[in-house]
Every structure is written in C-alpha cells, then in structure tokens.
Nanobody
Framework: VQLQASGGGLVQAGGSLRLSCAVS????????MGWFRQAPDKERDFVASISRGGGITDYADSVKGRFTISRDNAKNTVYLQMNSLKPEDTAVYYCAASANTRGLIPREYDYWGQGTQVTVSS
C-alpha cells in the first residue's frame, strides 16, 4: 500500500486548504484512514480519522468545526478540508491507513504517506 499526500502550501490565517491522499491498491475501502500532523520539534499528533465507509469520523478538539475529513472509495482518495486556518495549524500533515482499527495514535496505523507541508501566516 502506498500513500501520496498533496495539497499543502502557504496560506494566510483565516484561509482554507484541501489536502488529498491518494492510495494505491484495490483494497482502499477496507482501510480506516487518518490524518496526523507534526510541527517542528513536536510529536506527531492526531488530526482526524474516518471509517472504512466514511460514515464515522473523529477529530482532535483543536480542529473540530474547522476541518472535515472525507473519502471517495471509488477514487481511492481521502481528503482533509481545512477552513479558518490558524498559525498554530502550521505543520507537516501525514495521511495514514490502518489495517485494523480507526485509532487516535500513530502506532495504530500501518501505512504512511510522505507528508505535505502546511504553513499558515499571521
């Protein structure tokens, strides 16, 4: 399984970005998916997760009401719509696939993308 994240960039505070993560393989719909982020000198933190069918989602408290995770199983892609961005959202964002459970911590995920940089200026 290979994951390719894209869509990061530089945006002003209050702006929006949509991240995409394309997943190789024909079993995409069998994987719960997650987004994590890692700022410099900090741990990798949970952002959002979505169930196999897309009907169940979870969010970190810091992004609730601003970010939306979704997936298109026909396109083997998971998305993260980020609105009302804040400077503290600046980080490298990673998508991840789990072979088992839709978790909240990195070690519960088995496959990772390369990361895409999001920078929010004040």
């Amino acid at each position: 399984v290979q994951l390719q994240a894209s869509g990061g960039g530089l945006v002003q505070a209050g702006g929006s970005l949509r991240l995409s993560c394309a997943v190789s393989g024909r079993t995409f719909s069998s994987y719960p998916m997650g987004w994590f982020r890692q700022a410099p000198d900090k741990e990798r933190d949970f952002v959002a997760s979505i169930s196999r069918g897309g009907g169940i989602t979870d969010y970190a408290d810091s992004v609730k009401g601003r970010f939306t995770i979704s997936r298109d199983n026909a396109k083997n892609t998971v998305y993260l719509q980020m609105n009302s961005l804040k400077p503290e959202d600046t980080a490298v964002y990673y998508c991840a696939a789990s072979a088992n459970t839709r978790g909240l911590i990195p070690r519960e995920y088995d496959y990772w993308g390369q990361g895409t940089q999001v920078t929010v200026s004040s």
